[in-house]
């Protein structure tokens, strides 16, 4: 399985964005897709998940309200979309792919499958 992530830039806080990632193959649809950012010097953060069959959202809570995540059956996509951005979703954003339970959803090691990064900018 390779994922392409795509999307993101530069944007003023307040702004939107949207960061989508592309499966090659989905091999259950009982996985789930994920997404991470990464600031230098800092550790993974979870942003958000979406279960591929139940369609079920999981949100960190520094993002719950503002982001939204999607999933595009047809295109093996799920999307990000980014609104009132702050400079602190800053980072590189990570999309994987696994086969967490829901205790572990937000867990970095919980998936198998990641893609190249896409970099968010938010400037004040």
């Known amino acids: 399985v390779q994922l392409q992530a795509s999307g993101g830039g530069l944007v003023q806080a307040g702004g939107s964005l949207r960061v989508s990632c592309a499966a090659s193959?989905?091999?259950?649809?009982?996985?789930?897709m994920g997404w991470f950012r990464r600031v230098p010097g800092k550790e993974s953060e979870f942003v958000a998940a979406?279960?591929?069959?139940?369609?079920?959202?999981f949100y960190s809570d520094s993002v719950k309200g503002r982001f939204t995540i999607s999933r595009d059956s047809a295109k093996n996509t799920a999307h990000l979309q980014m609104n009132n951005l702050v400079p602190e979703d800053t980072g590189a954003y990570y999309c994987?792919?696994?086969?967490?339970?829901?205790?572990?959803?937000?867990?970095?090691?919980?998936?198998?499958?990641w893609g190249q990064g896409t970099q968010v900018t938010v400037s004040s």
């Open positions: 994987a792919l696994g086969a967490p339970i829901n205790s572990q959803i937000r867990a970095h090691s919980a998936y198998d499958h």
């Open positions: 979406i279960r591929l069959s139940s369609r079920h959202t």
């Open positions: 193959d989905l091999p259950s649809n009982r996985w789930a």
